[in-house]
C-alpha cells in the first residue's frame, strides 16, 4: 500500500534536513545553504550543500542529491518505505497501519526489529522477579533506575530458550534470530539463548537503532568471561560502534568534546552524573573507524581510562590514534586503582570535574609515564622519550601545530629545535614508506567524482535564467514571446530549459520534484537542474550577498536583468560574425546588406544597454 503523497509531504516539511544531515557530518553556514564535507565518498575541502528553505541536498563532487528521504536511503541503506517511517517516527507524525499481508519488510529491517524485540523482552526482565539479583546488582555499582530505564538495560535469564522461545512466538523465525546474534548453535545442531544469567547492555546506532547487545556475567565464581558481547552481524560490528553515541549525540555537538572510557558501567555512570558526553569502547579495543565516527560530532577528546598498568597503555594507544585524526587530545588522570564509575560513586561529581578541568595534555602526558617509570633518570631514557614524542607529534595532520609542539619538546629538554625538525622529517618519511593505505573518514561511493560540472559549460547568464524559471515558475509568464529560446546560446541550456518546461507544466514545484525522484536524478539533465536550484561557494562578495539575501530577492528582476545580459552577448557575437562577412564580401550589394543588418544590431544592442542602465 503506497503511502499517501500529503504524507510524504507533511514528513517532508516537519524535516529540517539540516538536522538531519548534522547527525552525519558537521555543516557550516554559507549564506543561505550550508555546506560540509560529503557524506557519500571521500574528499578534503567541502563540495556537499543543504539547501534548508527548499529541504534539498546536492553534492558538486560526487553528484548525489535529493531530498531527506533519499538522504536516509542513501546513507542508511533503507528502502523507501523504511525511511518514511524512520523520518515519521522522527517527526512524530503516525503512520496509517498497514495490514499484514502488505507490509513488506527487508530482511535489514527484520533483524532491526528482532533486535528490538529481545530488548525490549530483555528490559522487561530486569523488573521482573526473575531480574531481582540484576536489578539489585546495577543499582549497587551506582545505577538509578531512570538510567536503566534510559539506556534500556536488561536481564538474560539463567535459562537455555528464553529469547528463542518468545521472539519464535512473536514470529521471528530462528534463522533470523541466530543471524541477528541472539541465538547460538551447539555442534549436535540445536539453538540456545547467547545470553543467560547476564546483565543487558543494548548498543544502538547513531540513529538509535539497537544492533547488538553487551553482556556482564553476575556472579564472580562462575568460570566464564566477564563481558561477551554480540558476534559480528550485518548489523554489528564492535570496531565501528561506540557505546552512549547514540544518548550522547546533541551533548557532543554543543559542547565540543567527548568524554571516552573503557566500559558500559563508565559510560552510564558519567551520563547519570549529568556528563553525557561519555561514550565508551566497551569490548574492543579503540579503533580509527570508532574515532572518525566520533570526529562528526566533536574535535577534543578526554580519555578516561582506568588508572592502572592496562589502562596507561590503552591511553596510549588511543591518543596515537586520536591525534593521526585531528583530535584534540586531553588525558585524564585518576588515582591509582580506579576507574570513571568507581571514582564517581566514592568521590562524587565536583572531584570528576576538578580532574577534568586538570586535564593533562597529551605531550605532558607521555613525558609523565616515562617519568613515573624513571625512564627520565638516564640519557637514553630521555631519548626514548623525546623520540615518542615526536613520533605522536608527527601524527597530527595539522602541520602548524608540529611548530608549537616541537617548541616545547625541545624547551623541555634544552635541545636545539633544529634538532628536533630533523627528527621529525625522518619520522616522517619512514611513516611515508611503511604505512599502510586508511579507509576513508567517510562512506564512500563506487562512482568516481566529476572533474567539472557540466553546469560550468554555461554563460553565467544562462545559468541565473534557468535557475530563476526553475524555482519560481510562474515567472515564466512574463517571458516575450521566443524568450528564453532566443537568447541561450548553448545547446546544453536549450535542453535543460526544455526540461524545466516540461517539469513545470506537470508539477508545481518541479524542485522538490527532482529531490523526490531517483530515476529522474541519474539523469544528466535531472543532476544539473539540481546543481541550479542549489547556490554553490563562491569567493565573490557580490556573490556572497546575493546568496545571503537569496529568499528576499527579487527573481523577476534577475531574469530580465540577465535576459538583457544574454541579448547583449548574443549582439555582440552576431556583429563579430556580420563584420568579419562584410570584410569578405566581394560586392558592393553584400556589402550594403550587412551593413543595414549590423546598423540594426547596433541600434538593438543600444536599446538593451539603456534597459540595462534604468534597471
Not at 503 to 523: C, F, G, H, K, W
Not at 554 to 568: F, K, P
Request: hydrophobic share 40%.
Amino acid at each position: 500500500m503506497p503511502f499517501p503523497e500529503r504524507l510524504i509531504e507533511q514528513i517532508r516539511q516537519r524535516t529540517d534536513l539540516v538536522e538531519l544531515v548534522s547527525e552525519v557530518v558537521p555543516l557550516k553556514r554559507v549564506g543561505k545553504n550550508y555546506a560540509g564535507l560529503c557524506p557519500f565518498h571521500a574528499e578534503d575541502t567541502p563540495s556537499f550543500y543543504v539547501h534548508p528553505d527548499w529541504g534539498i541536498f546536492k553534492c558538486f563532487g560526487c553528484g548525489k542529491g535529493g531530498n531527506a528521504i533519499t538522504f536516509v536511503m542513501e546513507y542508511y541503506r533503507m528502502s523507501f518505505p523504511e525511511a518514511v517511517r524512520f523520518l515519521a517516527e522522527r517527526a512524530g507524525i503516525e503512520l496509517p497501519e498497514e495490514p499484514t499481508e502488505e507490509r513488506e519488510l527487508s530482511h535489514t529491517q527484520q533483524l532491526y526489529r528482532a533486535l528490538q524485540a529481545a530488548a525490549r523482552l530483555y528490559h522487561s526482565l530486569l523488573f521482573s522477579p526473575a531480574g531481582t539479583t540484576a536489578y539489585r546488582y546495577a543499582l549497587g555499582r551506582g545505577l538509578s533506575e531512570q538510567t536503566l530505564r534510559q539506556f534500556q538495560l536488561g536481564y538474560a535469564p539463567n535459562a537455555w530458550d528464553t529469547v528463542l522461545t518468545e521472539l519464535r512466538r512473536q514470529g521471528f523465525s530462528e534463522a533470523l534470530l541466530l543471524e541477528a546474534g541472539l541465538l547460538v548453535r551447539s555442534e549436535q545442531g540445536t539453538l540456545y539463548d547467547r545470553f543467560r544469567d547476564r546483565l543487558i547492555f543494548p548498543i544502538h546506532d547513531t540513529v538509535g537503532r539497537v544492533v547488538g547487545f553487551g553482556a556482564r556475567r553476575l556472579r564472580e565464581e562462575e568460570p566464564t568471561p566477564k563481558y561477551i558481547n554480540s558476534p559480528a552481524t550485518p548489523l554489528y560490528d564492535k570496531s565501528k560502534l561506540l557505546y552512549g553515541l547514540y544518548h550522547a549525540r546533541h551533548a557532543l555537538r554543543s559542547s565540543g568534546y567527548a568524554l571516552l572510557v573503557e566500559g558500559y558501567m563508565d559510560a552510564l555512570a558519567l551520563h547519570q552524573a549529568g556528563l553525557d558526553t561519555a561514550v565508551a569502547t566497551a569490548g574492543t579495543a579503540l579503533s580509527r573507524d570508532q574515532l572518525r565516527l566520533l570526529r562528526r560530532y566533536c574535535q577534543q577528546l578526554f580519555v578516561v581510562y582506568d588508572a592502572d598498568s592496562a589502562g596507561q597503555q590503552a591511553t596510549l594507544r588511543a591518543l596515537e590514534l586520536a591525534l593521526a585524526e585531528g583530535f584534540d587530545v586531553r588525558i585524564v588522570v585518576l588515582p591509582a586503582g580506579e576507574d570513571p564509575a568507581s571514582f564517581l560513586q566514592s568521590q562524587g561529581k565536583e572531584a570528576f570535574l576538578m580532574r577534568l578541568r586538570s586535564a593533562v595534555p597529551f605531550l605532558e602526558f607521555v613525558l609523565l609515564e616515562y617519568q613515573r617509570r624513571g625512564a627520565l633518570d638516564t640519557p637514553e631514557g630521555q631519548v626514548q622519550a623525546v623520540r615518542h614524542a615526536v613520533r605522536l607529534i608527527a601524527t597530527i595532520p595539522d602541520r602548524l601545530l608540529h611548530e608549537f609542539l616541537l617548541r616545547r619538546l625541545a624547551a623541555r629538554f634544552a635541545l636545539p629545535e633544529s634538532l628536533l625538525y630533523a627528527e621529525l622529517q625522518a619520522v616522517g618519511a619512514n611513516q611515508s614508506s611503511t604505512a599502510s593505505p586508511s579507509p576513508p573518514p567517510r562512506p564512500s561511493t563506487e562512482a568516481a567524482a566529476p572533474a567539472l560540472s557540466p553546469l560550468k559549460e554555461l554563460l553565467t547568464e544562462e545559468r541565473e535564467i534557468l535557475r530563476a524559471l526553475l524555482l519560481q515558475p510562474h515567472l515564466r509568464h512574463q517571458l516575450q514571446p521566443g524568450e528564453p529560446e532566443s537568447v541561450l546560446l548553448s545547446e546544453r541550456a536549450r535542453q535543460l530549459w526544455q526540461l524545466i518546461q516540461e517539469l513545470t507544466q506537470r508539477y508545481a514545484e518541479p524542485v522538490l520534484t527532482i529531490a523526490a525522484d531517483p530515476q529522474l536524478q541519474q539523469s544528466t539533465e535531472g543532476q544539473l537542474l539540481l546543481e541550479l536550484a542549489i547556490v554553490q561557494q563562491s569567493p565573490s562578495p557580490r556573490w556572497l550577498e546575493y546568496v545571503q539575501e537569496f529568499r528576499e530577492l527579487d527573481w523577476g528582476a534577475v531574469l530580465r536583468e540577465n535576459l538583457l545580459r544574454l541579448r547583449l552577448r548574443g549582439i555582440e557575437q552576431r556583429l563579430q560574425q556580420l563584420r568579419a562577412a562584410q570584410a569578405q564580401a566581394q560586392s558592393w550589394v553584400q556589402q550594403q546588406q550587412l551593413l543595414h543588418q549590423i546598423q540594426e544590431l547596433l541600434d538593438e544592442r543600444l536599446r538593451c544597454q539603456q534597459q540595462l542602465e534604468h534597471r
